[in-house]
């Protein structure tokens, strides 16, 4: 089927989301188990104790869960801060958060400790920047936050992106108010699959959210080979993603194809194909890739081909390099939990 369908339905009993670009999985959201705290939660935590030699602090959230803030620079035991979830917590970790809070939707972002208007930088046409700006400005008037008018924008009518600015504008002044308190508290939820799939993904040519929509689209089967490693590439070649405790390691082959550019073909087809297996996925951390066999002049043309890829995809990942072994290493972070740890416990 060609085209792109955004499928919105339960799998297996938790609510999901699937992106389906002309028959192939693009992207997938399915609601981890209910003890998981989102990404995008937003708390009143209390300083717990501060980490000597690492400038971190750990911090109470409520229930039983613990926090790990990075910079706890200034902050001592006791001290109510605001915080926001960056990212799922590995197995026996503290739930990673940040105090740079941002308040998201789908045309608007609010930065209240980051003053000052932009516009993404991926919009490059004159008049509708000069459009979105004037917008920003009627709406924001002299608020003392920031805000970023995501790339999506350009799509937006004049009054739909003015309600999200003053929305969000509406939502971060509530959150702060609540600042004070003795007691760790969840301010905000972060956003479900149905939610992300509206804030996140682009305009698709079909949006089926009726009951039903994963079978009618077969997204049970796009599942199910999400759920292995083997990933297929053009050309006949074909790549193994397979996560361990340490890292997720990529293999790639040429399959039955023998002519001397094999090598080539098959890792500028891994680098256009890494991304979209990762997200569906949900894997990040460090990922290292071992490519098939090509010679090292090949080496500047697949990573700029990975770097292509990657600037496309929403989950921040750094290109780390290239090993003694001829290895590439990234790094990529855990915003989305695995999708076999989502699934763990669903029969």
Excluded at 12 to 17: C, I, L, N, T, V
Excluded at 28 to 37: G, K, W, Y
Excluded at 57 to 83: A, D, N, W
Excluded at 208 to 217: K, L, N, P, T, V
Aim: overall charge negative; some cysteine.
């Amino acid at each position: 089927m060609k085209g792109s369908v955004i499928a919105l339905d339960h799998y297996q009993g938790r609510m999901a989301a699937a992106h389906i670009v002309d028959g192939q999985l693009e992207d997938l959201l399915i609601e981890p188990p209910d003890n998981v705290t989102l990404p995008g939660a937003t708390f009143r935590a209390i300083c717990d104790r501060p980490l000597k030699g690492q400038g971190g602090m750990m911090l109470r959230l409520p229930g039983k869960e613990t926090g790990f803030l990075r910079q706890g620079k200034g902050l001592k035991p006791g001290q109510p801060i605001l915080v926001q979830v960056t990212g799922f917590a590995e197995d026996g970790k503290a739930t990673p958060v940040t105090q740079k809070l941002l308040f998201k939707s789908r045309f608007a972002i609010v930065t209240p400790d980051a003053p000052g208007i932009n516009v993404s930088r991926s919009i490059k046409d004159d008049d509708e920047r000069v459009r979105l700006l004037e917008i920003a400005h009627e709406v924001m008037g002299d608020a003392q936050e920031g805000l970023i008018l995501r790339s999506v924008s350009i799509t937006g009518s004049d009054d739909e992106i003015a309600n999200d600015i003053a929305q969000m504008l509406e939502l971060s002044r509530t959150v702060r108010q609540d600042a004070d308190g003795t007691t760790p508290e969840l301010l905000i939820d972060g956003a479900d699959p149905h939610h992300q799939a509206w804030r996140e993904w682009p305009k698709p040519d079909r949006l089926d959210d009726a009951e039903g929509a994963f079978m009618r689209h077969g997204v049970a089967d796009l599942v199910d080979l999400a759920k292995g490693p083997f990933v297929r590439l053009s050309g006949g070649a074909f790549a193994f993603v397979e996560p361990t405790r340490a890292l997720v390691a990529v293999d790639v082959n040429t399959g039955s194809d023998t002519t001397p550019a094999a090598g080539l073909k098959a890792n500028i087809a891994t680098a256009k194909a890494l991304p979209r297996a990762l997200r569906c996925r949900g894997l990040g951390g460090q990922i290292v890739v071992d490519f098939a066999p090509s010679p090292k002049k090949d080496r500047r043309q697949i990573e700029q081909a990975l770097r292509t890829a990657f600037r496309a995809d929403g989950i921040e990942t750094s290109l780390v390099g290239w090993t003694t072994l001829g290895h590439f290493e990234l790094q990529r972070k855990r915003e989305r939990m695995s999708l076999s740890s989502c699934l763990e416990g669903v029969s």
